[in-house]
């Protein structure tokens, strides 16, 4: 049995819900979404699925844990984000579907936060209300894109962002009102403004129109701030396993030097430094370690530095000023790592890799030249952070082999 269990909280009728979904039964739009690959299976039989897929990619550099799932694996996503458009039956919203351009109206997803869809239908109907139409990329005209919503799974803080496709927003107020009275939790509202030909969903310019601007919510005892651009997991319960494995991997006694390699908002790094003795954070995003370092002081974290910067050339540069660190912290996007990065790890040569991937295959690419360099896989752990999907979480400790 898959270690996702019996989720204790669970009625009945919630727990055939898991196993209907999970048939491909409770989505009515899973053959036009496509964004739910594995809704054929039981939740079981898509655990047993990814664990077999692990072990093919992954099962020569050592033994792989059980993957660890969810309990209740509905609902779990914290961002939510909807295209609007029109079609014969006037103003729709819902997701792109799979390899197109297309928008599969959808008022309820399976995956993402009920209170999330909620909104979006709201937003939809006071669109007509106060007669905004929706944009038109093809003739770049009207006037709403998309809505992305964000929620604090533990602090209940929920952030709308209108993605609109000029800044002139009519009757904003009045709208705004109209919104938050239907919707008094909502923390925050933000227009960002995408006037071009793109794929990308956010623009450049950001306004605030009612509250701080972002929200907050909290790991393993730290809060972190989630503006509309922080990257941030969009399921809240996974995030923390996987975060705790990647802690329990680095073995910290409170002496180390740890680097956060691709460090973002400082996520990882800052939840590390309570066990460690000095963490350093390095990422190219300006913006990104501008929330870094926000979010440091936020939780009173003295032992932690954050650089903007190349982490290969910063890795090099601490090498060659003949300066170490104890662990390597890495959670590259799904395209995984580089060699000129990889390479600057095998220079600075700390005594553990803590790799967090999204994406086994460019993992296990980036394990043999490792191995190649002097390194050994120690332990493997799968995590399913986006149930009913085809992707997987991977933890994995890397040592120096000993000469």
């Not at 623009?203 to 909290?218: A, C, H, N, R």
């Not at 990257?231 to 073995?251: C, D, G, H, R, W």
């Not at 650089?307 to 000023?321: H, I, R």
């Amino acid at each position: 049995m898959y270690n996702h269990g019996k989720n204790p909280f669970l009625n009945n009728q919630e727990a055939k819900k898991v196993e209907r979904v999970g048939k491909g039964n409770g989505c009515p739009h899973y053959k036009k979404c496509g964004g739910c690959h594995l809704q054929n299976m039981t939740y079981s039989e898509q655990l047993r699925y990814k664990q077999v897929n692990v072990i093919k990619l992954l099962g020569r550099f050592c033994r792989i844990n059980e993957i660890i799932g969810m309990e209740n694996p509905l609902h779990y996503r914290c961002k939510v984000q909807a295209a609007f458009g029109k079609d014969k039956s006037g103003i729709i919203s819902g997701v792109y579907q799979s390899s197109t351009h297309k928008i599969v109206p959808i008022d309820l997803c399976m995956i993402e936060d009920e209170k999330a869809d909620e909104i979006i239908v709201t937003v939809r109907k006071l669109l007509k209300s106060f007669k905004l139409k929706p944009f038109d990329e093809n003739n770049m005209t009207g006037f709403l894109r998309h809505v992305l919503i964000r929620k604090g799974f533990y602090t209940g803080q929920i952030m709308v962002v209108l993605v609109t496709g000029t800044s002139i927003f009519p009757s904003s107020r009045s709208f705004i009102n109209a919104l938050v009275g239907r919707h008094p939790e909502i923390t925050t509202i933000v227009q960002n403004v995408n006037n071009k030909f793109t794929s990308l969903v956010l623009g450049d310019k950001t306004v605030t129109l009612y509250g701080e601007g972002y929200i907050e919510d909290t790991i393993l005892d730290c809060t972190f701030r989630i503006s509309p651009r922080s990257f941030y997991q969009i399921n809240p319960v996974m995030t923390t396993k996987l975060y705790s494995k990647a802690i329990e991997y680095m073995e910290l006694t409170g002496s180390e030097t740890a680097i956060d390699a691709y460090c973002g908002t400082g996520t990882i790094g800052i939840l590390a430094s309570a066990k460690a003795g000095k963490v350093i954070g390095v990422e190219l995003n300006g913006d990104a370690v501008y929330d870094a370092k926000f979010n440091a002081k936020r939780n009173n974290i003295e032992n932690i530095e954050f650089y903007t910067a190349d982490a290969s050339d910063f890795m090099v540069e601490m090498a060659k000023l003949g300066q170490r660190a104890d662990v390597v912290i890495m959670d590259p996007p799904r395209a995984g790592s580089d060699q000129r990065f990889m390479s600057s790890v095998v220079t600075l040569s700390p005594e553990k890799i803590v790799y967090v991937s999204c994406n086994p295959e460019t993992l296990a690419r980036d394990l043999s030249y490792f191995v190649k360099n002097a390194y050994h896989v120690r332990r493997i752990q799968p995590v399913d952070m986006f149930p009913h999907t085809n992707h997987v979480e991977v933890c994995c400790c890397l040592v120096k082999a000993k000469t």
